[in-house]
T-cell receptor
């Protein structure tokens, strides 16, 4: 069946550290993956996406890595800031904009 | 450009009642998706509309329904509300399949 999971429910880091959030997916036919950030009381905010024909994509302070062999996705945040504190979700597009979301990882950044 | 707008932001309903939630997508976006978010089940896909046609549906009972209008605005309806329907209902829009979906702030529904 379709499932997207996360290894760690909570990740605590110090300001300035690099953060890595991991995600496993099960649908090998999915060709599009997205990372979202959700702050309390708000809807998910798009961070970065990657297509299955790529293994790495970089944005501003963020990098997404895709390993199709082991069906693993990761989000790297460089120089993590207190404003990065939020819940992060990976999502898998399984067709017609149907996103299957992971359970979420809470990122806590200490000053 | 205005983002995805959902109304109302908060709603309290009684068991057995029905409710209609509204979503206005980003201008030019023709795809609108709906999701239910709860602490126990996380974010779950309800359905997706494109040019007034439902293209995909999640595993929710028939009490959950939706529609899309010619201006791409969408509504979802939940009939015979149950306590377990209490959740944050999120709408997302995108301009075509396989592209980023942008979410609204959501409607917080509480069923008492």
């Amino acid at each position: 069946g379709e499932s997207v999971g996360l290894h760690l429910p909570t990740l605590s880091v110090q300001e300035g550290d690099n953060s890595i959030i991991n995600c496993a997916y099960s649908n090998s036919a999915s060709d599009y993956f997205i990372w979202y950030k959700q702050e309390s009381g708000k809807g998910p905010q798009f961070i970065i996406d990657i297509r299955s024909n790529m293994d790495k994509r970089q944005g501003q302070r963020v990098t997404v890595l895709l390993n199709k062999t082991v069906k693993h996705l990761s989000l790297q945040i460089a120089a993590t800031q207190p404003g990065d504190s939020a819940v992060y979700f990976c999502a898998e597009n399984t067709g017609f904009q149907k996103l299957v979301f992971g359970t979420g990882t809470r990122l806590l950044v200490s000053p | 450009k205005a983002g995805v707008t959902q109304t109302p932001r908060y709603l309290i309903k009684t068991r057995g009642q029905q409710v209609t939630l509204s979503c206005s997508p980003i201008s030019g976006h023709r795809s609108v998706s709906w999701y239910q978010q709860t602490p126990g089940q996380g974010l779950q896909f309800l359905f997706e509309y494109f040019s007034e046609t439902q293209r995909n549906k999640g595993n929710f009972p028939g009490r959950f329904s939706g529609r899309q209008f010619s201006n791409s605005r969408s509504e979802m309806n939940v009939s015979t509300l149950e306590l377990g329907d209490s959740a944050l209902y999120l709408c997302a829009s995108s301009n075509r399949s396989g592209t980023e979906a942008f979410f609204g702030q959501g409607t917080r529904l509480t069923v008492v």
